[in-house]
């Protein structure tokens, strides 16, 4: 296959590709450039003995992403420097595209729970359960047998199934909830916002190395001084706009046109438990905010 053809049929299965890449990092800088990296790969191969190519890339782009991560860990204890994984923002859709949009999509929450994984559980379960790759292919990319790789996605799936990732499959409900959050902080509300928030609701914000980097708040109260101070630092010139963040209901803040930060919402039973804010700004530069547009 000449380097022109081969350019076309990768290009074909790029988003697919990129799909893997971003659940396994939970970065869309790094997903990419797997994806590049499963690319040259490619292009450096006789493509005459690949019988089945997107079962290839596949393959191919899960080891390059398996190394990037044990190279991840190796360089500091914490799995990610930040607690907030890179998000996908997109308009709000109440038509039918939006059922195949929530069908593609990943929570944040479920995010961070697969960056606790070890890389080798965290590739068995997202080509397993999320891809459906036959564990015969997955063993020969962590270099372990079937029975142990059945085993790493066992653990990691245990470990998924036991944290609160999933939200209500109900976009109306989720932004229902999330207007009255946002109401409640901007009202100065405190009761108004303990009663949409779990007892146990955990906010997550990266606000940049500058600006003192990543934080952990949990409990209900705790969450509704910090949603009432950020609402306070925000105040006068700042708009919020509708957004779905992952496939869920979320906003995108902006101060003089310009995006200050991206909120993603999983709303669960009515309320929510988990809230994730990322207002680096040099993080924020980078992504596709056409929901802004």
């Known amino acids: 296959m000449n380097e022109e053809l081969l350019a076309r049929s990768f290009e074909t299965h790029r988003d697919h590709l990129r799909s893997v890449a971003y659940r396994m990092l939970g970065s869309l800088t790094e997903a990419e450039d797997a994806v590049q990296e499963t690319w040259l790969k490619l292009s450096r191969r006789d493509t005459a003995a690949v019988e089945n190519l997107a079962g290839w890339l596949t393959t191919v782009v899960g080891r390059v992403c398996l190394d990037m991560l044990r190279s991840r860990k190796a360089r500091r204890e914490e799995p990610w420097e930040s607690l907030v994984p890179d998000p996908i923002v997109s308009r709000e859709d109440d038509g039918p595209e939006h059922e195949a949009l929530m069908a593609d999509s990943v ?21 397993r359960d999320m891809f459906g790759l036959p564990f015969e292919e997955i063993a020969s990319i962590v270099g372990r047998s079937e029975a142990a790789t059945r085993q790493l996605a066992s653990r ?75 609402s306070r630092l925000n105040a006068g010139g700042g708009v919020v706009h509708r957004a779905l963040v992952n496939g869920a209901a979320g906003v995108v803040a902006t101060r003089d046109g310009r995006p200050s930060s991206v909120l993603g919402f999983t709303v669960a039973g009515g309320r929510i438990v988990e809230i994730d804010i990322l207002a680096d700004p040099d993080r924020l530069s980078r992504l596709d905010l056409a929901v802004l547009d």
């Open 156 to 230: 990691a799936r245990r470990r998924v199934q036991g944290a609160p990732v999933a939200p209500d499959p109900d976009l109306g409900r989720q932004r229902e909830v999330v207007d009255a959050f946002l109401a409640a902080a901007r009202g100065g509300d405190f009761d108004a916002l303990v009663s949409v928030l779990d007892s146990d609701v955990v906010l997550r914000a990266d606000h940049g190395a500058a600006r003192g980097g990543s934080t952990e708040v949990r409990g209900a109260a705790a969450v509704a001084n910090q949603a009432l101070t950020f």
């Open 107 to 127: 929570g944040l929450a479920l995010l961070v729970v697969l960056d606790t994984l070890t890389p080798a559980e965290r590739l068995a379960f997202v080509l």
